[in-house]
């Protein structure tokens, strides 16, 4: 059974993407600068990464032969999203290494167990309890109080699959609207701002991050990333010792992206995730490696880039009709996704503006 070696893959190689959206688009594009070749794995036609992919399999995560032939044809597998079913990673597995590995993966796609290795590392997460029934629920909302937001343990994304609740009123109504799935209770964070940090941890152990980001959110879809962000050095050093810590503990190989609350008392962890991510994307035009580039050395057994920016950066989203609009999308630092149809909330690209790098 061939994994993938320990030592570095040489140009030319095959890096299986799961999932083919722009992110993997833009992991395939970084990917083909440094000489190697993409295979994306995608059960939609025609998607953002497929454009610039040099091969795709179009196929659906239950298609196990699909992803067995996927995995022979690659020499080491990554993705661009978490929710990956395990039966598609254990055939997967049985064939190729997949990195980031999968305990990284498993504890993100499960909040729950998300927040207790955070906490079991000494973290500081927001107060939460696992809650499925409602006497469960009731004893969250005595323990932590009001108001809190109830989050699905899984299959959340960009602010779904969320409730939050403001008054004793609204407990009664909570779990039908969350969908009477296993859900986790979280006390509500007064945060002054939101951050997030970039970090790449290499197969030897290197570990680099770039500067946090910070993070406005509208509608639960992220808005602006803002570098550097309104912070002390104190904090910004904080924000990243705690990445390292994250990416250590779990033997990380690849880009995550940790979201922290930064509130009058410390830094709170959010969430982590463990791919390249959106508040990740300023690093496109503001260093000479960006994330996805990093995210691929570190994949291929690479030895990692420095990660310093050289330009301050606001990076903004360009969601549904943003596209249209030239004010936005007539600068440079523009990036578009390849997305044929514009739909409210979809993101169809993003634009990176530069200016003097400040400390
Ligand atoms: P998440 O899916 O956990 O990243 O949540 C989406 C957004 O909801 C975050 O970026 C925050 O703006 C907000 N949010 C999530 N959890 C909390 C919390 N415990 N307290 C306050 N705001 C939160």
């Known amino acids: 059974m061939a994994k993938a070696a320990s030592a570095p893959l040489p140009t030319g190689s095959v890096i299986g993407v799961l999932g083919g959206g722009q992110l993997g688009r833009m992991l395939a594009l970084a990917a083909a600068r440094l000489g190697m070749r993409c295979h994306v794995f995608e059960p939609e036609a025609n998607c953002p990464a497929s454009q610039v992919a040099d091969h795709t399999t179009t196929a659906g995560y239950d298609d196990l032969a ?48 998300e927040k207790a290795f955070l906490a079991s590392l000494g973290l500081t997460v927001a107060p939460y309890a696992g809650v499925s029934t409602m006497p469960e629920l009731q004893q969250a909302v005595a323990t932590i109080g009001l108001p809190l937001i109830l989050k699905t343990r899984r299959f959340g994304y960009d602010g779904k699959g969320q409730v939050r609740l403001k008054v004793r009123q609204d407990i009664d109504s909570a779990l039908s609207l969350i969908g009477a799935v296993p859900s986790v209770a979280e006390g509500f964070v007064e945060f002054e701002r939101e951050l997030s940090v970039i970090a790449a941890r290499s197969h030897q152990g290197q570990i680099v991050c770039f500067d946090p980001g910070e993070n406005v959110h509208v509608d639960g879809i992220l808005d602006t990333t803002t570098v550097p962000a309104n912070v002390t050095d104190a904090v910004i050093d904080e924000a990243k010792a705690i990445a390292r810590t994250i990416l250590d503990a779990l033997d990380y190989v690849g880009v995550m992206g940790v979201e922290l609350f930064a509130t009058a008392t410390g830094l709170i962890v959010n969430e982590i995730a463990p791919r390249v991510h959106n508040s990740g994307h300023w690093t496109q035009n503001a260093c000479a490696v960006d994330q996805f580039e990093q995210h691929i050395r570190a994949v291929i057994g ?33 990036h578009l996704y390849g997305k044929a149809e514009v739909k409210p909330g979809r993101k169809m690209g993003h634009v990176n503006r530069l200016s003097k790098k400040t400390p």
């Not at 990554?78 to 079913?85: A, K, L, V, Y």
């Open 66 to 113: 699909a992803l067995l032939e996927f995995a022979r044809n690659v020499d080491v597998v990554t993705f661009e999203f978490e929710n990956i079913p395990d039966s598609a990673l254990d055939a997967i597995a049985a064939e190729r290494e997949i990195r980031p590995n999968r305990r990284s993966l498993a504890t993100s796609q499960d909040r729950l167990a």
């Open 302 to 334: 690479w030895p990692l880039a420095g990660g310093e920016r050289h330009s301050n950066a606001v990076m903004k989203n360009l969601i549904g009709d943003d596209v249209n609009d030239t004010a936005l999308t007539g600068t440079a630092g523009l």
